[in-house]
C-alpha cells in the first residue's frame, strides 16, 4: 500500500511516502515557514498543495492509498490508530488543550488533506496511545480529584508509537514471545523518554502530562521541583518565559550550551569539565529511572537503546551503563562501538540483562499502522 506520512507542526509539515509491501520511501521532504511571512506557504492548505506539487511526477503512476498523520494527543480516548471522520477530527480538535502547540497543527494537517482528496482514507496514528495501558497508580498524580475530572490532568507518556515499534522488534531479536516480554525502553533523542514494558506493553513511562517530565532531555530540564515555578512566578516571570525556559533553554542546552550530543562528547573528551559535567548528570538521570523500570516491571528481559542519541552515541550508551553495575550489565566494549543501522546487541555475554540497539522508525510505523486500519476496515 502507498501512504503518505504526514506529520504536521505549527509551523511545518514533514511528509514522507512509503510503500508498507516493500518498505521502500519513495519520497520525503519538509515544508516549512508555514504562516511566517518569509515566503513560506500561507497556511498548511497552502503547504499542502506544495507537497502535492512535489510528489506529482511520484504519483502519477503510483497513486497513494491512504494518508496517515503522526498526531501528538489523543487524550483518553484513543488507545489505537482511527480512520479519521469529521467527528474524529472535532475529537482530536477537543484535546487541543492538552497539546496547545501540535494537535492544532495536526487537525489543520488533517482538514487540508480533506480539501484536497476528499475520498482519500486518512488514518491518526497517536503519540500517546501505546501508553493507554499505564495503571492508575502510574498514571495518576497525588493532586486533588478535581485536577483530573475538570481539566485531565494525568500522566499520558509519549513518543509511543517510537517505544511500541522498537519493544517488537526487541524481543523479535530475543527471539522472544512479545506476550511474554518485559524490557526498559529508552528513546534518547532530542526529545527523551523511558518506558517500562511488561507483558509487552507500556505500564509505565517517564514523559507525563506533558513531555516536559523525566529525564533530562536536548533542550528540556526533566522533572525538577514544581516549586521552582513557583518560586519563579513570584519574581515576576510569566507563565510564557517559564514555559520556554523549561522547554527550550533547559536540559543539554544549559547545561553545557549546546544540545547537540556529539559537540558535548568531543568536548568531554577534549577535556571540557562542563561538557563532562552535563554527561554526567544526563546519566545518572537516566541510570537511576532504568533501576526504577527493571523494579517496575519485575525485572526485565532487556535495555533497548533508540533515537539519535541511543542508535549513534557510543559514548553515552556506555556512560549510562557504566552506572548500572548493581544490576550485573555490561557493556561488550567492541559491539558498542559498531556501526550499524540493524538491530544489534551490544552487551557482553555475561552481562545479566542483554542490552540492545534497535533503530527507531516512526514514519514506517505509521505507514504500517495505517495501512492496517484501511485494509481492517
Ligand atoms: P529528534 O527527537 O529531534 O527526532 P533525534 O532522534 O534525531 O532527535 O536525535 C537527536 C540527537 O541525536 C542529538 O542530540 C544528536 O546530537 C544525536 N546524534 C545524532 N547522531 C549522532 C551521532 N552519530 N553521535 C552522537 N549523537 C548523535
Redesign the pocket.
Same mark, same amino acid.
Given at each position: 500500500m502507498r501512504v503518505l506520512v504526514i506529520n504536521s507542526g505549527s509551523s511545518s509539515l514533514k511528509y514522507q511516502v512509503r510503500d508498507t509491501g516493500t518498505n521502500e520511501v519513495a519520497a520525503t521532504g519538509l515544508i516549512d515557514r508555514i504562516g511566517e511571512d518569509a515566503g513560506g506557504p500561507a497556511d498548511h492548505a497552502e503547504a499542502m498543495e506544495q507537497v502535492a506539487a512535489a510528489l506529482a511526477g511520484e504519483l502519477a503512476d503510483k497513486p497513494l492509498d491512504a494518508v496517515g498523520h503522526r498526531v501528538v494527543h489523543g487524550g483518553e480516548r484513543f488507545s489505537e490508530p482511527v480512520l479519521i471522520n469529521n467527528e474524529i477530527t472535532r475529537s482530536i480538535e477537543r484535546l487541543n488543550p492538552l497539546a496547545p502547540l501540535h494537535n492544532p497543527a495536526n487537525v489543520l494537517g488533517i482538514r487540508a488533506i480533506t480539501a484536497k482528496w476528499p475520498d482519500m482514507p486518512q488514518v491518526a496514528v497517536f503519540d500517546t496511545a501505546f501508553h493507554r495501558t499505564l495503571p492508575e497508580h502510574a498514571w495518576r498524580y497525588a493532586v486533588p480529584d478535581e485536577l483530573y475530572r475538570q481539566y485531565g490532568i494525568r500522566r499520558y507518556g509519549f513518543h509511543g508509537t517510537s517505544h511500541e515499534f522498537v519493544t517488537a522488534r526487541a524481543a523479535e531479536l530475543l527471539g522472544v514471545p512479545l506476550a511474554g516480554f518485559n524490557a526498559v525502553v529508552a528513546?534518547? /533523542?532530542? /526529545?527523551?523518554s523511558l518506558t517500562a514494558i511488561q507483558g509487552g506493553a507500556s505500564i509505565d513511562t517517564s514523559m507525563g502530562f506533558t513531555p516536559l517530565e523525566g529525564l533530562v532531555?536536548?533542550t528540556r530540564s526533566g522533572d525538577i521541583d514544581p516549586s521552582i515555578l513557583i518560586f519563579l512566578q513570584r519574581q515576576g516571570l510569566s507563565a510564557d518565559e517559564i514555559d520556554t525556559m523549561l522547554n527550550r533553554d533547559s536540559g543539554?542546552k544549559a547545561l553545557f550550551g549546546d544540545?547537540?550530543?556529539?559537540? *558535548?562528547?568531543d568536548a568531554a573528551a577534549a577535556g571540557d569539565r562542563r561538557a563532562q559535567t552535563a554527561l554526567d548528570i544526563t546519566s545518572y538521570r537516566l541510570a537511576k529511572y532504568i533501576g526504577g523500570y527493571h523494579v517496575a516491571v519485575g525485572g526485565t528481559h532487556a535495555l533497548v537503546f533508540?533515537? /539519535? *542519541?541511543? $542508535?549513534?552515541?557510543? $559514548?553515552?550508551r556506555a556512560q549510562a551503563v557504566a552506572r548500572l553495575g548493581a544490576l550485573g550489565v555490561k557493556l561488550d566494549g567492541a559491539a558498542n562501538l559498531e556501526r550499524s543501522g540493524a538491530p544489534r546487541v551490544i552487551s557482553a555475554p555475561d552481562s545479566l540483562i542483554p542490552v540492545l540497539v534497535v533503530p527507531?522508525d $516512526?514514519e514506517r510505523a505509521i505507514a504500517e499502522a495505517t495501512a492496517a486500519v484501511v485494509l481492517s476496515s
Amino acid at each position: 500500500m502507498r501512504v503518505l506520512v504526514i506529520n504536521s507542526g505549527s509551523s511545518s509539515l514533514k511528509y514522507q511516502v512509503r510503500d508498507t509491501g516493500t518498505n521502500e520511501v519513495a519520497a520525503t521532504g519538509l515544508i516549512d515557514r508555514i504562516g511566517e511571512d518569509a515566503g513560506g506557504p500561507a497556511d498548511h492548505a497552502e503547504a499542502m498543495e506544495q507537497v502535492a506539487a512535489a510528489l506529482a511526477g511520484e504519483l502519477a503512476d503510483k497513486p497513494l492509498d491512504a494518508v496517515g498523520h503522526r498526531v501528538v494527543h489523543g487524550g483518553e480516548r484513543f488507545s489505537e490508530p482511527v480512520l479519521i471522520n469529521n467527528e474524529i477530527t472535532r475529537s482530536i480538535e477537543r484535546l487541543n488543550p492538552l497539546a496547545p502547540l501540535h494537535n492544532p497543527a495536526n487537525v489543520l494537517g488533517i482538514r487540508a488533506i480533506t480539501a484536497k482528496w476528499p475520498d482519500m482514507p486518512q488514518v491518526a496514528v497517536f503519540d500517546t496511545a501505546f501508553h493507554r495501558t499505564l495503571p492508575e497508580h502510574a498514571w495518576r498524580y497525588a493532586v486533588p480529584d478535581e485536577l483530573y475530572r475538570q481539566y485531565g490532568i494525568r500522566r499520558y507518556g509519549f513518543h509511543g508509537t517510537s517505544h511500541e515499534f522498537v519493544t517488537a522488534r526487541a524481543a523479535e531479536l530475543l527471539g522472544v514471545p512479545l506476550a511474554g516480554f518485559n524490557a526498559v525502553v529508552a528513546h534518547l /533523542g532530542n /526529545g527523551v523518554s523511558l518506558t517500562a514494558i511488561q507483558g509487552g506493553a507500556s505500564i509505565d513511562t517517564s514523559m507525563g502530562f506533558t513531555p516536559l517530565e523525566g529525564l533530562v532531555m536536548g533542550t528540556r530540564s526533566g522533572d525538577i521541583d514544581p516549586s521552582i515555578l513557583i518560586f519563579l512566578q513570584r519574581q515576576g516571570l510569566s507563565a510564557d518565559e517559564i514555559d520556554t525556559m523549561l522547554n527550550r533553554d533547559s536540559g543539554l542546552k544549559a547545561l553545557f550550551g549546546d544540545n547537540d550530543m556529539r559537540t *558535548i562528547v568531543d568536548a568531554a573528551a577534549a577535556g571540557d569539565r562542563r561538557a563532562q559535567t552535563a554527561l554526567d548528570i544526563t546519566s545518572y538521570r537516566l541510570a537511576k529511572y532504568i533501576g526504577g523500570y527493571h523494579v517496575a516491571v519485575g525485572g526485565t528481559h532487556a535495555l533497548v537503546f533508540t533515537a /539519535g *542519541i541511543g $542508535e549513534n552515541s557510543a $559514548e553515552f550508551r556506555a556512560q549510562a551503563v557504566a552506572r548500572l553495575g548493581a544490576l550485573g550489565v555490561k557493556l561488550d566494549g567492541a559491539a558498542n562501538l559498531e556501526r550499524s543501522g540493524a538491530p544489534r546487541v551490544i552487551s557482553a555475554p555475561d552481562s545479566l540483562i542483554p542490552v540492545l540497539v534497535v533503530p527507531t522508525d $516512526e514514519e514506517r510505523a505509521i505507514a504500517e499502522a495505517t495501512a492496517a486500519v484501511v485494509l481492517s476496515s
